[in-house]
């Protein structure tokens, strides 16, 4: 049966079962289709990837793991949880991974919890440069059960100073480094990473959440084969399910595995490993290395096409699927003010905080946008030149509700030309 009918099968018995879910849903995929997405964490899922989702192994209790389960009836779940492990495994080339992490920060936390005791010190960026909140925000568990001493970034270029870190390290000796971000628009240096965690004797991790699907597709440094701990989310460049994983040498597995359960989790969510594995096995295939490469030429394009337009993008561009455009200092508009102008227009992003933000995270100085989902619908680098024009033209006219207004169904027609869902 063609891929369009079973979608439709599928969401007709939602309609005549419950309306107003169907209603919601419906809507939410019109939204989608007819605005332009920037929020550089996103990404639209196959057809496949959907399907799995929405299967019956979704039914079943599996706790434990492959071969080692606590309920029966797990033969054929083992055997998709297995195929989840081996894709994953194959296409970070990871010594050992673990399927079952519900989503980033429970990964993050099973990654802190295998290998570091509570009141342990680890380093991590700080969130208002480009961290993450489970990178040792002191709100987050991460900053309260762990001693965290952030780094942060160099305040001329905006980016990672590595021999700055170097001499932190050295001064701080912690037990745990953490690199890999979710608002920084630079190439990471890895390797740097790694040379640094030897010289102090630190665990040496990686949150590449953010640049999972380029790290995939070899268009950005992976740290997976020689770091000792790496998570990532399946659903951002990745383009698989909301979910993660935990990948880490052989030494760690069981220290892992017993984080993840007994430790923080029960049942396994195997409808979405199971469209983790699907998604890995997209991922796998040659046609994803070309949507890698196109997602960070067309952040290139992107940047290209607002930096002429006189916005400030934080360190001058992006290396990545993401950038940050300093819309204070470029069009006196707060992140705030920003991110609802565009939202009006039909153009989706995040207000976010920018290095040495003098402002609040709540309303800061930037918004961050990224290009994985315009990618996804076949968009390419001449199509970021609209993109961009977009962008600018709603903020030139962030007070007036009726030309925004106008510029979203401008967006609207545009997006027709780029059909996913159909
Ligand atoms: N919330 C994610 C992001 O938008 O980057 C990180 O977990």
Redesign the pocket.
């Known amino acids: 049966m063609p891929k369009k009918q079973l979608y439709e099968m599928h969401l007709d018995f939602l309609r005549s079962h419950d309306k107003e879910i169907f209603d919601a849903i419906q809507s939410e995929k019109k939204r989608q289709m007819e605005g332009i997405e920037l929020?550089?964490?996103e990404n639209l899922v196959s057809q496949a990837v959907l399907e799995a989702m929405g299967s019956v192994a979704t039914n079943k209790y599996s706790e434990g793991y492959p071969g080692k389960r606590y309920y029966g009836g797990n033969d054929v779940i083992d055997i998709i949880e297995n195929l989840a492990i081996e894709r994953c495994r194959r296409l970070f080339n990871a010594q050992h991974v673990n399927v079952q992490p519900l989503s980033?920060?429970p990964a993050n936390m099973a990654a802190y919890y295998a290998t570091m005791n509570v009141g342990d010190t680890f380093m991590g960026l700080k969130l208002t440069e480009g961290g993450?909140l489970t990178h040792g925000h002191p709100v987050n568990f991460s900053g309260k059960l762990y001693k965290c001493v952030q780094y942060g970034v160099d305040k001329e270029t905006e980016t990672l100073d590595y021999d700055a870190v170097k001499r932190q390290a050295m001064e701080v000796k912690p037990k745990l480094i953490l690199s890999g971000y979710?608002?920084y628009p630079r190439a990471i240096d890895f390797k740097a990473f790694r040379e640094i965690c030897d010289s102090v004797g630190a665990i040496c991790t990686a949150d590449i959440?953010?640049i999972a699907g380029l790290c995939a597709a070899g268009v950005h440094e992976n740290p997976v084969p020689y770091f000792d701990v790496v998570t990532t989310?399946t659903h951002?460049t990745l383009r698989g399910p909301r979910g993660a994983v935990i990948m880490c040498k052989q030494e760690f597995a069981e220290k892992i595995d017993k984080a993840v359960f007994p430790g923080l989790q029960g049942g396994p969510h195997e409808h979405i490993i199971a469209a983790k594995a699907v998604a890995f096995g997209e991922a796998l295939k040659p046609d994803f290395k070309e949507y890698a490469k196109q997602i960070v030429k067309n952040a290139r394009a992107l940047a290209e096409a607002l930096m002429s337009s006189g916005l400030r993008l934080v360190s001058g561009g992006t290396d990545t699927h993401l950038m940050l455009v300093d819309v204070f200092k470029s069009k006196n508009l707060t992140g705030k003010q920003a991110e609802h102008a565009l939202e009006l227009a039909g153009i989706y992003c995040?207000k976010n905080t920018i290095p040495f933000d003098t402002r609040t995270p709540w309303d800061p100085s930037g918004v961050r946008i990224g290009t994985p989902v315009l990618t996804t619908r076949g968009m390419r680098e001449k199509d970021m030149k609209e993109v961009g024009g977009f962008i600018v033209k709603a903020l030139d006219n962030a007070n007036d509700e009726a030309k925004l207004a106008k510029i979203k169904s401008e967006v609207k027609e545009f997006c027709a030309g780029f059909p996913f869902y159909k």
């Open positions: 929020i550089p964490s980033g920060s993450h979710t608002a959440a953010h989310t951002k995040n």
